[in-house]
Each structure stands twice: as C-alpha cells, then as structure tokens.
C-alpha cells in the first residue's frame, strides 16, 4: 500500500458539483472504474478530516478511511458504472457503509462479496402508520412502551414470544413473508408494500448453515440489543403533499411506528460462513484484491451462488421477523387502545432494505444491462412508473425509509429517475460517524482498575475513555445534512419528516 | 377421579420448573402433565394472556399462555411435598397421594446454605419466603452484617438503606463470581454515593416474576422457590437511620463463629463487658474482629437440593452437590431429567459457556430438558439449544446495568488470553477476553450498547487481532462497522 501525503492524495480528488466529488483511478491500486462521493460542506469536511488523520499516521490501523474503502470496491473485477459512496458513507467491515456497487452479470469476471452486503443481512426499516394522533397517545405513552416491550422481548439472550420450530424456520428462510402470511402473522397488503413482496425467490434453506439456523431459531421475534429498535414517531413535517397522501399521512402529528432490525445473529453466520467458504476461492481463483475484508467470489462459481441463494434466505428471515414485529406491535396498540389493528388502520406504509444484493435492469451508457448491485447501508430508490413498485406508488416513486439514529428524527424520501441513472436507484439509509482523533483525551483516571486488574502474564490493553456524544459532535454525519444532501444532489426527494416520541430498544 | 398416572411430571414449582412445564405442555396440548410444588408457584407477569382472546377473533392459533393453571387445562398443578422418589417404579409419593410417570424433570433448586443454622439472628436469604422475613427485620435494624460474595449479597448491599451494612467476603474483590476485580474498583464508589432512587415509571425490559397459587404454607424450611430477576423491586428495605448507604467491606475473611448476646458477654473482661455497646448478635470474622449488628444475612449459596432423591436411587452427583446430566439433560437414571440449580452440567461444553446458577440458565435448561424429553418419547432427534453455545446474562448492580457474556472472566483460559479495557469513571466499564485474536467474552458495564455487537463476534469466531485495541476506541463506531 502506498503512503502519501494528504496533498499528494488531494490530486486524486475532484469536486465535480457542490455535493459530490469523484475519486480518480490510481488513488488506490487498481480501479477499474472511477468512485464518487456525495457531501455537503459539513460532509465534506468529515470526510477529508478522515482522510488527512489516516495519512498521518494517526489512523487507525486496521480502520480505513471511507474514500480509501470506496476507492478499494472500485478496484473490484467486474464493476460497472462507479463505485458510489451515499453521504452517510463510514468505515464499514470491507465495504464502507454507505457504499454501493454494481457488477456486471454479464461478465465472467465479475464478482459478489459479502462484505458489499454487510453481517446483518436484510438489515432494514418498516413503518406502520396508524390514524392515531400525538395527543391520542402522548398521555399514555409510558403504557403504550411497556405493552411494546411485553410483547417485544429485547436484549441479548432474549427469547420469543412467537413460536417457532426448527422445520417452521426452514419454512421461513424459503418463503419469508408468504410463511408469516400463510401463519396468520401478516396481511396480504403487507406483502405488496415490501421491497421484493417480502420474499426473495432464489433462496435456499440448504444453503444456511446448520449453525446460522441455531443461532436464528432463538431470537425470531426479538429485538436484540444496539441500534435495532421499535420507535413510535409522529409526524413532523410534510414536504411533499401529494406524496404523504398516498401513503396514508394526511396531517402532522400522526401516529407512526418505525422498525429498525434485521437478520440478526443468522445473517453474520451466513456472512461469516461465505467470506471463510470464499477466501480460499479466490487462491483458487485468481482473485486479487486490495483488502483481505474485500473477499469475494466470481458471482456464477459455487461459491458465489452458495452465498447469494444463502443470503437470500437469511433475507426472507429478515422478513419474517419485521413482520412479526409487526403483528406485536398491531396487538400492542390494539390492546392499548382497545380496538383492532384494523381500526387503527395499522397499514404497513413501505420496508426497506438497506443491506443485500440485488440483480436489477439498469441502463448503462444507453444500453440495458443486468447488474447485481450491492447496498450497504444504502437503500433502493425507485422512481415514478418503475415496475418493480407497487401500484399506490406509481406516481409518487417508491417510498424510501430512512431511520436516523435511535432517539433522532427519521424522514421518507421518494425515489428519482435521476437517482437511477447516477446511482443505479440508490440512496442513503441513515446517520453515520467519521473516524476522529479529535479531542481524545488520554485519561488516566482509572489507574486503580488497571491496577486491581493486573494478573502476571496477562497483556492489558487499554482504549480511550468513552466520550460522551456532546463533547464530539464533529465526528457525526447526522441525517438531517445526509438526507439534504441527497436531495440536493436530485438522487431522492424528501416527503415526510418524523420524530420519536418513544423508543423501544434491549 | 383423582389422576395418578401422568406422561410428564415436573417436581419443582419455581423457573426451572414452571419454564419446562410450559414448555412441554407447548408441545403436547394433549399429553397429561404433572407439577408437584412444594410452594406456591412462579409465574410470569406478562400482558400476553390477555393477547389471546383478540387473536382467537383473528382465527390465529396462539400458544397458551403462562398462568398454568387457568390456561393449561392437560397440567395439573399439586401443593405438596415429595418424600421418596421410586425411580425404577417411575412412581413419586408425597405426604398426600403417589403418582406414576412417563418421564420425569427434576427441578428442586437448591437449599440455602446458612452459616450457623440454629440461630435465629442468622437470615438465609434465598428465595421470596425469607426476603419477606428480611423486609420485616431490616424496618427495626441499625446495623446488620451480609456474609457472601455472589449476585443476592451484590444486590442486596446495594438495596438496603437507612441501616449500617458489614458486607464480609471471603474474596480480595467484591461480586467475585460475576465481575472481575477491575469491575468491583468501577463499581465500590457507588456504595459511598446515595442510592439512586428508582424511577416507578419506566418501563421494564424483562418479563417480571411473582408468586402465583396459594398462600405458603409452613411445609418447611428450604421449599421455597428461588429469587428471579428484579426481585427487590418494589420491596422496602430500609431500616432505622437516616442515611443512604454506608456499608464497610472485610475481606479475605470467613465467619469463625456467631453468638448471641449473652454467650458473647461471658467471653469477655468486666472491663470490656463494660464497654461494650449492646447488639443481639456479634459475628466473629477469622481476621479477628468482632461486630455486633441486629442481624446477620447469610447469602452464601445453595446446595442442590437432592436429599429425597438421593434416599432411594442411585443418582450420579457431582462435586458441588448437583445431579449430573448430560448434554440431553438426562441424569444417569432412565427417564430422569434434571434442570436448573439442582443439576450439574457434566457434557464438554462449548468453549464460551459455563454452569452457573442463575435464573436465566434456570429457565434455558427447563425449556431444553422438556424438549429433550419430548423428542425422546416421539423418537426424534434433537439438537441442543443455542443458549448453551454462549453464556450471556443481564443484571444490575449498583445501578449499573451489568452484561456477562461468554468467558467474561477468562474462566478456563488459564494464562493463555489478553485483555482490551475502556473505562470511563461513574459511566461504563468495558472489558475484553481475546485469545488467538478471537473474542472469548466480555463484561459490559453501563449502558454500552455493545451487547448485541460483541455477542454476534463471539459467535462469529472472527480474527480480530489487525484492530487492536482500536477495537474499542469510542470514536470507532464499532457497532455500525459489524452490521
């Protein structure tokens, strides 16, 4: 790996419009194609914050910048198009999050990586809406989280209150939602309101572990701990009438619920299985990369199929879970409220996927192609009359959801003919945080734990104390500036705005 | 027509028990199940039950609910106590009436182990019986004396207001068996602070547990079942003066011998009996000194509770007093199955697992050992549960929202491990197991939120040795970077 300087790395960076900058071959070994990164003036200085610390050695080792990791997906075989980093873009395991990246199905060359999807496969957002205004639920808001967390086992080593048993999850990972449907779990509505009707085709059971279905089994149904969440939210502020209309948001202050989760311990098995199956391929194989996170696979080899029929299936559990969610939360509020979910007009309004692999047509250079497209920590974003949207969402574009950080304001954006044609029809998922050595304090203020820890033999290594988030803001791509940005660069279109009122979370 | 004959029967009415009877009669609506308690029952608060006759109207099919005997109607529940158990007859007689099974789960627990057992100012304080008991002392108390080192000494040091506390350890750290001496440091300044008043209207995370059935009836000492999590929420447990906390640690001592107030006073000068200021009890520790306080709590642990088993069958124990079972729950004596306190785990466990006798493991192992015996009537296969891949536990001492998982303290590791450390004073403590680069386990201090992240490592045996301890730099969002 070659050290610069950070003017020396500047050369290889462009300002092609006042929000997206374009990464030029040779910034790292081996670009096959150009990268692009979309920033606003805050975003920008992150980013070129990041990459200034790493050049002076004050990085972080086995962390690489985001620009570096964007750079190192272009230098992919078989990416088409650019490798196109969204403006929530951060350090992510091979991939950045926030990173998207097409490949050609149509050259043998091309590849599929894991690390292009993330562990957490199918991670997600659903939002339900309900006809429910704030001051319906403000007075009984502490009640209306405890039924949540009652019929929502949280943490870790949870359990679920669905049952499920191991053939029930086989059926699961093969049908996705069409199982929660057949199982009185879901309406059909549901399913029409989800990218991919809630259930990929090309999954296969027997392409999940024995060990990935273990870890599954135990938490269907359960929101785990971290940023997964349930958050009830109102309604902010519309931006675009028409839009919220046929989503069903008439006015502000209506009641909706915002689910952020996903596959869970199964899809880093699934992962972890794949990138383990594909590092010893690609010696077979031939395949060079510049990061060993990057481990990938020729998409038509064994290896490579294995993956996305196995990440497929960790997809429609993904599925499966947010919509069980679902109906816990639709018997939550039913109970709260004592009437029916049906009443309440608890509709699912869209699902997102922000982690997964997809095979879509896109136009490249005139020409239609079919791409298998990674997004991590990116969301799909159709636009108006796209046939893969349903039919309420012809006129609108399909709505994007996107979740901020638990505890922050979440918008729903609309999908862009321009998107698709800069993005491949993709956009950002959420906030992100930028590497920063800024004010980190050394504090040596716990001497007497170090002390009472000591043990003869025992290497002790010790990070900084945590900074409480005040004190460093200027590390945080919030997504307000992120989704501004996205807008701005015509790539997707703000609609409703939303803040919590309460959040469900282990 | 009384019932004498059960496919399933289940001795022991607290989470071990009530899980595994819950469990089986999931999966067999139809098979005829028996739970013997000698106690009033455990259940599950929960707002579930009440879910069920709404979803009837939606035509889903609900699984029945906890309150085992208003929804369960294959259990049948008795409150009485075993005397003999015949294995080989698969018959269990009680005072009242004999009962012959299919298979049978025991999961009696464990007696608490009492420092001195015949003085009444020495309190075993185990399960919810006693903890009534404690409430009704502590009101009049100025000063008392906790023995042990475990989670209810932990917890309860922390609880009790308003009243002077020795806590006596026979560690060099506090909390031993849960955290390790790095953790107690972070933790012992909040035992100078004022205890933190808990905020009623928050919402609890976790299913919560009472009793259920009758009142107690005085069957006898050592019946009740066992403290769940959270149990002295909602208790008072404050005592006579007016301070918040003020609680001084011995350690590296045991109890060398506990007297009552006059057969200390002989023990003694004129002079000194002169001076001395007058408690009920004085407990002398074996680095010589003497405290006198109203009374003693005795938290000191449990011995599996196998006395009327062991009577007439030829049970495997282990050393610590537990009935062996296997990797299928199943004790040396066929149809036997035994879970929670009162069983030994004797498979090869897991490299991140281990025993330890908590409720959380009390309840996997109930709903396992009914599985287990389930797929063994119907022939079939099974695989053990995850739970048993990784320890993972979830308490609060002090305040702090406390997170074990795996080999959190290198147990077993012997020296062949390395640790990684990030604490912030007052607000979090963090600390790392890794060997050969992969994580092994981790003690959570705080609110972390790396619970859900350094779980899916642990299990995903990833290298991580290129991050170093950047690994748990906070200005990594380390979280975000796994997904």
Known sequence: MVIRTYNEEQQYLEKISSCAWKIKKGFVPNMKVEGVFYANDALEKLMFDELKNSCHSQGFGGFLPGMKQIANVAALPGIIGKSVGLPDVHAGYGFAIGNMAAFDMGDPKAIVSPGGVGFDINCGVRLLRTNLSEKDVSPVKEQLAQSLFDHIPVGVGSKGVIPMTAKDLEEALEMGMDWSLREGYAWAEDKEHCEEYGRMLQADPAKVSMRAKKRGLPQLGTLGAGNHYVEIQVVDEIYNKFAANKMGIEHKGQVCVMIHSGSRGLGHQVATDALVAMEKAMKRDKIEVNDRQLACAHIRSQEGQDYLKGMAGAANYAWVNRTSMTFLTRQAFAKMFHSTPDDLDMHVIYDVSHNIAKVEEHFVEGKQRTLLLHRKGSTRAFPPHHPLIPVDYQLTGQPVLIGGTMGTCSYILTGTERGMLETFGSTCHGAGRALSRAKSRRNLDYTDVLDALAEKGISIRVASPKLVMEEAPQSYKNVTDVVDTCHAAGISEKAIKLRPIAVIKG | ?483
């Not at chain 2, 000194?289 to 069958?313: H, I, M």
């Open chain 2, 1 to 483: 027509m009384m019932e004498h004959e059960f496919k399933y029967a289940v001795i022991g009415g607290g989470i071990a028990g009530v899980t595994c009877v819950e469990q089986l009669s999931a999966l067999c609506p139809d098979d005829k199940i028996l739970l013997i308690t000698a106690s009033s029952v455990v259940k599950a608060i929960t707002n579930i039950s009440k879910v069920t006759s709404i979803l009837e109207d939606f035509c889903v099919v609900e699984k029945p609910s906890v309150y085992i005997s208003e929804n369960c109607p294959n259990v049948t529940v008795k409150q009485t106590r075993v005397t003999n158990l015949q294995a080989q007859k698969h018959k269990i007689i009680t005072d009242e009436d004999e009962y012959e099974y299919g298979k049978l789960c025991v999961c009696m627990g464990g007696t608490p182990n009492i420092i001195s057992k015949n003085c009444s100012y020495v309190l075993g304080i185990r399960d919810t019986e006693s903890v009534q008991e404690f409430q009704k002392r502590i009101a009049n108390a100025q000063r008392i004396m906790i023995i042990g080192n475990g989670g209810i000494a932990t917890e309860l040091v922390y609880e009790v207001e308003d009243c002077e506390v020795i806590w006596a350890i026979k560690d060099k750290s506090i909390s031993k068996s849960f955290i390790d001496a790095g953790a107690a440091e972070f933790l012992l300044p909040q035992l100078s602070q004022d205890k933190q008043s808990s905020t009623g209207s928050a919402p609890t995370k976790r299913r919560k547990y009472t009793i259920d059935g009758n009142k107690f009836r005085d069957i006898g000492h050592g019946t009740g079942t066992a403290l769940g999590p959270d149990w002295s929420e909602g208790l008072l447990l404050k005592g006579l003066d007016k301070i918040s906390h003020n609680v001084k640690i011995e350690y590296n001592v045991e109890v060398e011998a506990v007297m009552e107030k006059d057969e200390y006073r002989i023990t003694l000068t004129d002079a000194e009996q002169d001076a001395l200021s007058v408690w009920p009890v004085y407990v002398k520790l074996t680095n010589g000194t003497v405290y006198g306080c109203d009374f003693v709590v005795s938290a000191t642990g449990v011995t599996p509770n196998t006395e009327t088993l062991l009577k007439n069958n030829k049970f495997e124990v282990a050393e610590d007093g537990g009935l062996k079972v296997n990797d299928k729950m199943q004790t040396n004596i066929l149809d036997v199955y035994a879970a929670g306190d009162i069983c030994s785990a004797f498979w090869n466990p897991s490299p991140t697992w281990f025993q330890m006798r908590l409720w959380s493991q009390a309840r996997q192992m109930g709903s396992y050992a009914a599985k287990s015996m389930v797929s063994h009537t119907r022939n079939q296969d099974i695989l053990m549960d995850f739970c048993f891949e990784m320890f993972a536990h979830v308490t609060r001492f002090f305040n702090y929202k406390v997170v074990l998982l795996g080999r959190y303290n290198a147990q077993g590791l012997s020296t062949n491990y390395e640790l990684l450390l990030r604490v912030t004073k007052g607000k979090e403590y963090v600390k790392v197991v890794l060997k050969g680069g992969q994580m092994q386990g981790a003690i959570l201090i705080g609110e972390t939120d790396l619970e859900e992240t350094f779980e899916n490592l642990i299990l995903n045996k990833m290298d991580l040795s290129q991050y170093g301890e950047d690994l748990l730099d906070p200005n990594i969002d380390i979280e975000d970077y796994f997904d």
